[in-house]
C-alpha cells in the first residue's frame, strides 16, 4: 500500500489545519490514522478510525482534533483546530503497518 498525505503547512497558534491522506490499494482498509513525530520525541498516536467510523484519539488531540474518511474509499482527513506550537511535528498517515511519507506541521506562536 501507498500512503500519501498533503495538507501541511505553517500557521499561528489558534489555528487551524485540515491533513488528508490517500492510501492506494486493492481493498478498502479496515483501520487508518495520523500519527506525528516531534523533534527530539517518539512518534505517538493521534488519530485512527475505522471502516465502520470507530475512532480513537491520542491525549493530545483529545478535543481540538477531528478524524473522518470518506465513505467506501481509503481517504481519511484530520481536521486540527486550536493548534499550539507544541503540536508542531511531522505528521504521518498510517495502515496496514506502513507509513507515508509524512506531511509537516509548524505552529508558530
Known amino acids: 500500500v501507498q500512503l500519501q498525505a498533503s495538507g501541511g503547512g505553517e500557521v499561528q497558534a489558534g489555528g487551524s489545519l485540515t491533513l488528508t491522506c490517500t492510501a492506494s490499494n486493492d481493498f478498502i482498509i479496515n483501520t487508518m490514522g495520523w500519527y506525528r513525530r516531534a523533534p527530539g520525541k517518539l512518534r505517538e498516536l493521534v488519530a485512527t478510525i475505522t471502516t465502520s467510523g470507530r475512532t480513537v484519539y491520542g491525549d493530545s488531540a483529545k478535543g481540538r482534533f477531528t478524524i473522518s474518511r470518506a465513505n467506501g474509499k481509503n481517504t481519511v482527513f484530520l481536521v486540527m483546530n486550536n493548534l499550539s506550537p507544541e503540536d508542531t511535528a511531522v505528521y504521518y498517515c498510517?495502515?496496514?503497518?506502513?507509513w507515508g511519507q509524512g506531511t509537516q506541521v509548524t505552529v508558530s506562536s
Open positions: 498510517g495502515a496496514l503497518q506502513t
